[in-house]
């Protein structure tokens, strides 16, 4: 198992930009997929980015243009940059690790309001 920890959640106005963090337990560079989910109120949980262990990265069509996932091995972190954000990106966004199962972390509120 590995434990997530998510970071860099807050409020922000429509066209701005945040950069999420996910903070792994142990070494990601053996970890197959890594990749942020968002749940906003009312909905399911949605895909919003993945990326593999050799580094191919898939998006969310709602997402893309916009939003970078990127990992950094040496820092055992993955992150999430997310510009040109607009209120419908609000939701809770989570972590998630392909290692001996999924992991998921405890999840960061995004909010962007005027």
């Known amino acids: 198992q590995v434990q997530l920890v998510e970071s860099g959640g807050g409020s922000v106005q429509p066209g701005g930009s945040l950069r999420l963090s996910c903070a792994a337990s142990r070494s990601i560079s053996s970890i197959s997929i890594m990749g942020w989910y968002r749940q906003a109120p009312g909905k399911q949980r949605e895909l919003v980015a993945r990326?593999?262990?050799?580094?191919?990265?898939n998006y969310a069509d709602s997402v893309k243009g916009r939003f970078t996932i990127s990992r950094d091995n040496a820092k055992n972190t993955v992150y999430l940059q997310m510009n040109s954000l607009k209120p419908e990106d609000t939701a809770v966004y989570y972590c998630?690790?392909?290692?001996?199962?999924?992991?998921w972390g405890q999840g960061t509120q995004v909010t962007v309001s005027s």
């Open positions: 990326i593999t262990s050799g580094g191919n990265t």
């Open positions: 998630n690790a392909l290692y001996s199962g999924w992991n």
